[in-house]
Every structure is written in C-alpha cells, then in structure tokens.
C-alpha cells in the first residue's frame, strides 16, 4: 500500500487549496478513504471521509468543515481529493490521507494519532493559513 499526499502549502485566510492522495498497491475502489489532521499541540483528528463501494457511498465531515471542505475521488486517476474553501488560521495542520484497514471497514475513529497503527497513511502535507 502506498499513499501519496500533495498540494498544501501556505495560504490567506479565505483562501482555497486541493490536496491529492494518490493511491497504488491495493483495489482503491474497493476502499473507503479519508483524511485527518494535525495541528501543532493538538489530537489528530478526522476531517473528512469517502464512503465507497461495501458500505454504501457517501461521505461524512467534521463539523468544523462542514460547508467548507469537501472529499472526493477519481476511480481513474486512484486518487482522493480535499478541496478547502474559506480557509481558517484553525485550519492550520498536517493533513494525512488514510485508508481503512479493511474492505468495507467505515467506522472510522475521530481521533487516532496520525501514522499510527489504525489502517495505512500517506505521508502526511503542510497546510498553513496565515495573513
């Protein structure tokens, strides 16, 4: 399994970024998928999620982003996406994609610490809000 994150960098409040994960080494349609996040000093935290295939579809935010942010994928390309509008200085974090440890596993925990041993992570962009 293999998860490449890209595409944060640094922005002004109210600004927008894409974040991409490419995905190689499993089924990615079969797979749920979803991205996390870490700010400085904080819990590492789900943002957002990608239900796919066994389970149902559909997808699932933090409340924090809801409106905000929204996940999606490209069955072609093996890549799930996170467009951020309206970006917030507390948006300011390492963002992480994850894939599930199994088909059809969906109950994805809130917090659980970043690249730690719940399912497979990517490697992990920076994301900055800042004036």
């Known amino acids: 399994v293999q998860l490449v994150a890209s595409g944060g960098g640094r922005v002004q409040p109210g600004g927008s970024l894409r974040l991409s994960c490419a995905a190689s080494?499993?089924?990615?349609?079969?797979?749920?998928m979803a991205w996390y996040r870490q700010a400085p000093g904080k819990e590492c935290e789900l943002v957002a999620s990608?239900?796919?295939?066994?389970?149902?579809?559909?997808?699932r935010y933090a409340d924090s982003v809801k409106g905000r942010f929204n996940i999606s994928r490209d069955h072609a390309k093996n890549t799930v996406y996170l467009q951020m509008t309206s970006l917030k200085p507390e948006d300011t974090a390492v963002y992480y994609c994850?894939?599930?440890?199994?088909?059809?596993?969906?109950?994805?925990?809130?917090?659980?610490?970043?690249?730690?041993?719940?399912?497979?992570w990517g490697q992990g962009t920076q994301v900055t809000v800042s004036s």
């Open positions: 994850l894939r599930p440890p199994s088909v059809g596993f969906y109950d994805l925990p809130a917090n659980t610490p970043c690249r730690g041993g719940f399912g497979s």
């Open positions: 080494g499993f089924t990615f349609s079969n797979y749920h």
């Open positions: 990608n239900i796919y295939g066994y389970g149902g579809v559909g997808t």
